[in-house]
């Protein structure tokens, strides 16, 4: 779901215009125009942060760094391929066109939610390198402060672990519409008030609160915590869920 967005500004990548790019690749930045007078290529190549630039430990893919920017803490992230795909081809999309840019459609997923008051990072820009029929893409947000994922409270401490609050957390978001298409214990942080925020919303999308999807997104939670689980037996894990569960069944039972 998209709307039409005033504030959107869009700013053209020439050709040899380096971001740590090749010559022949063109693209463009996508920014909130109220918030930033312009956008800078050079913000997505980590080498140009220098020493501001930090590799984030356990992110996955490997393709995010924590940034010290003039206008505060970021989060930058490349747009990586995994599995047997990432192998042979670790950065490059196909190209569909500029609304289906990954990088674009996570910066206005974002946007919408917080429109909507949920608790996810604020987006600075978005930006993409495109060359023939195949793109690189990157993203520019905020960095939150002083969180912890929930696989983190896992591994401390399983009996204090905020896991009622993650159920209310995604049954709003699942009232919302949001279908987080990876969510997992390390795509959900506390602070440490007990606020949460949902992150790393690349393919995610808005749609009718349907059944299916939601129960989707919460196996896909079950299997991240029993990946996580080490020594402890399958069926303690079994017994966090449930808490975590009667906590989103009641809130989505409310309605709100």
């Known amino acids: 779901m998209s709307r039409f967005d005033p504030a959107e500004s869009l700013t053209p990548i020439p050709a040899g215009d380096r971001m740590g790019g090749r010559a022949v690749e063109y693209g463009a930045i996508l920014f909130d125009g109220t918030q930033l007078r312009q956008a ?7 080498a140009q942060w220098g020493e501001r630039a ?3 430990d356990g992110s996955g893919r490997g393709g995010a760094w924590f940034i010290e ?3 505060g803490p970021c989060v930058l992230r490349q747009y990586l391929r995994g599995g047997m795909v990432g192998r042979l081809n670790r950065d490059l999309h196909l190209w569909r066109g500029t609304r289906h840019v990954r990088s674009f459609v996570e910066f206005r997923l974002l946007r919408e939610l917080l429109r909507r008051d949920l608790p996810v990072p604020q987006p600075i820009a978005a930006s993409y390198l495109r060359r023939g029929l195949q793109y690189r893409a990157w993203i520019l947000m905020e960095r939150l402060p002083d969180v912890r994922s929930l696989a983190d409270h896992m591994a401390d401490s399983p009996a204090g672990a ?8 995604i049954a709003r978001f699942h009232r919302a519409g949001l279908d987080h298409a990876d969510l997992n214990a390390h795509n959900i942080l506390f602070d440490g008030v007990g ?11 808005l749609r009718i609160p349907e059944t299916r999807w939601r129960e989707r997104n919460l196996a896909r939670l ?9 020594d402890r ?14 906590s989103y069944d009641t809130l989505w039972s409310r309605g709100t």
Do not use: M
């Open 69 to 71: 920017a003039s206008h």
């Open 40 to 46: 800078d290529p050079r913000w997505f190549d980590p």
């Open 54 to 56: 930090q590799r984030v």
């Open 233 to 246: 037996p399958e069926d303690e894990v079994e017994q966090d869920f449930a808490r975590l569960r009667r």
């Open 162 to 169: 905020p896991l009622e609050q993650t159920g209310r957390l």
């Open 195 to 205: 606020k949460g925020w949902l992150i790393d919303l690349d393919r995610g999308r």
């Open 222 to 230: 079950k299997r991240s915590l029993l990946k996580l689980r080490g």
